[in-house]
């Protein structure tokens, strides 16, 4: 039904910078949430950001003044600009779309973000 296509990840040293992007394709319903979480070797999946096709954006705690989480509704694209990157945000980063009418929620194939120090 949703397919999600993730881009952006790779390499970068700390106080660096990376851009996320994931597009969404398939049969989306107007009002879902989008957003990205995160998985660190022997850690669990943790939430980074999240933002509803009404304008609300929410973010963890540690990614705060960092990282930017904006949408592109006419090309069902979320972007997640990361800054300032610190060795602990290294981990593999997967996008989600979720769909309230639905109730369900599609996932990316997931990329690799190394800071390295």
């Known amino acids: 039904q949703v397919q999600l296509v993730e881009s952006g990840g790779g390499l970068v040293q700390a106080g660096g910078s990376l851009r996320l992007s994931c597009a969404a394709s398939?049969?989306?319903?107007?009002?879902?949430?989008m957003g990205w979480y995160r998985q660190a070797p022997g850690k669990q999946r943790e939430l980074v950001a999240t933002?509803?096709?009404?304008?609300?954006?929410d973010y963890a705690d540690s990614v705060k003044g960092r990282f930017t989480i904006s949408r592109d509704n006419a090309k069902n694209t979320v972007y997640l600009q990361m800054n300032s990157l610190k060795p602990p945000d290294t981990a593999v980063y997967y996008c989600?779309?979720?769909?309230?009418?639905?109730?369900?929620?599609?996932w990316g194939q997931g990329n690799q973000v190394t800071v390295s120090s």
């Open positions: 933002s509803t096709s009404g304008g609300s954006i």
């Open positions: 989600l779309l979720h769909s309230p009418r639905w109730g369900s929620v599609s």
């Open positions: 398939g049969r989306i319903f107007s009002i879902n949430v």
